[in-house]
Every structure is written in C-alpha cells, then in structure tokens.
Nanobody
Framework: VQLQASGGGLVQAGGSLRLSCAAS????????MGWFRQAPGKEREFVAA????????YYADSMKGRFTISRDNAKNTVYLQMDNLKPEDTAVYYC??????????????????WGQGTQVTVSS
C-alpha cells in the first residue's frame, strides 16, 4: 500500500486549502482513512478520519466546522478540505490508512500505512 499526499502550500489566515491523498494497493474502500498533522517540536495529532464507506466521519474538536474529510472510493482518494485556516494550523499533514476495520480512528497506532506528508503553512 502506498499513499501519496498532495495539495499543501502557503495560504493567508482565513484562506482555504484542499489536501488529497491517493492510495494504491489494497482494497481502498475496506479501510478507514485518517489525516494527522505534526508541527515542529510537537507530537503528531489527529485531525480527521472517515470510515471505509464514507458514512462516518470524525474530527478533532479544534477542526470541527472548519475542516471536512471526504473520500472517493472510485478514485482511491481521500480529501481534506480546510477552510478558515489559522496560523496554528501550520504543520506537515499526513494521511494514513487504518490497520483494520475495528478500533479507534483517533490514535496513530491504529494506522498501518502513512503518506509522506504535505506542508501547510498559514501566514498571519
């Protein structure tokens, strides 16, 4: 399984970005997918996740109402729409595929495969 994240960049506060994560290998629709982020000097933190079918979504409290996760199983791609970005959203964003169909979506150890990360920088 390989995950390729893209869509990061430099944006002003209040702006928007859409991240994409294309997966290859495995049966994409069978697994939940998640987005995490890591800022310099900080631990990797949960951002959002979505079930294999796309019917269930999960968000960190600070992202609710600003970020939207979605997936297109026909394209083997998961997306993260980020609106009203803030300087504190600056981080490397990683997509990941869950190990199995059970367990939590919120913890890094529940994910088996990780993309390479894409940098998001929000200027004030």
């Amino acid at each position: 399984v390989q995950l390729q994240a893209s869509g990061g960049g430099l944006v002003q506060a209040g702006g928007s970005l859409r991240l994409s994560c294309a997966a290859s290998g495995g049966i994409f629709s069978s697994y939940g997918m998640g987005w995490f982020r890591q800022a310099p000097g900080k631990e990797r933190e949960f951002v959002a996740a979505i079930s294999g079918s796309g019917r269930s979504t999960y968000y960190a409290d600070s992202m609710k109402g600003r970020f939207t996760i979605s997936r297109d199983n026909a394209k083997n791609t998961v997306y993260l729409q980020m609106d009203n970005l803030k300087p504190e959203d600056t981080a490397v964003y990683y997509c990941a595929r869950k190990k199995s169909g059970i367990g939590s979506y919120y913890y890094t150890n529940e994910y088996a495969y990780w993309g390479q990360g894409t940098q998001v920088t929000v200027s004030s």
